[in-house]
């Protein structure tokens, strides 16, 4: 029963970040969101809590592999996969965790490989301006690393130099998982399809 809790609780609060993703903060909220660090959108501010039970660790270094793949909804709106890095990187850092204890590596895979075209093919196939690129840029000045499913840039007949190069060439989000999870990575799911 425990087992089936956590990913029922987990998809309910996804479920309501989602609604809350990219529409306007009610007023409850906004009254007390904070943002640590980045700010770069509303909705990557972290709330704060009084006496937490599960405080920082300092003998613990903060590794996460967050599972980001979807597909591209609004070509306008950053994807709220990447509203979440930023929120998981923000909600360390409210916690008390220095940035030097804080490693994210962030794989992208499946449809969600669109979010990372770069400046020119975003803008020929979308006709706008790629908004996802702004996120990326933060997240990687404070350190988040970025990777791509090679299999999925096939699957999709898509090159490397359509991508933006603040994203890195992997084999496959498989792989890299289980590299990841050797090297001490917990596996974070912030991903809503």
């Given at each position: ?33 904070t ?72 794989v ?27 996120a ?9 690393k ?48």
């Amino acid at each position: 029963m425990k087992k089936l809790l956590a990913p029922l609780f987990m998809m309910f609060f996804l479920s309501c970040m989602t609604c809350f993703a990219q529409g306007e903060i009610p007023p409850h909220i906004k009254e007390h969101i904070t943002y640590p660090v980045l700010d770069f959108h509303p909705w990557v501010g972290v709330m704060p809590v009084d006496n937490p039970k599960m405080p920082y660790d300092p003998s613990l270094e903060y590794k996460v592999a967050i599972d980001l793949y979807g597909s591209l909804k609004d070509s306008t709106e950053i994807h709220s996969t990447f509203l979440e890095v930023a929120r998981t990187y923000n909600l360390n850092i409210a916690n008390g965790v220095p940035a030097d204890k804080i490693k994210i590596a962030a794989v992208i895979h499946g449809g969600l490989i669109q979010a990372i075209l770069n400046e020119s093919e975003y803008e020929s196939k979308y006709s706008t301006e790629n908004p996802n690129l702004a996120a990326i840029k933060a997240l990687e000045e404070v350190g988040v690393k970025f990777y791509v499913c090679g299999q999925s840039m096939g699957f999709y007949n898509m090159k490397a130099s359509q991508i933006t190069p603040m994203v890195n060439m992997a084999v496959s989000a498989k792989t890299t998982f289980i590299t990841l999870d050797q090297m001490g990575y917990s596996y974070l799911n912030v991903s809503e399809d």
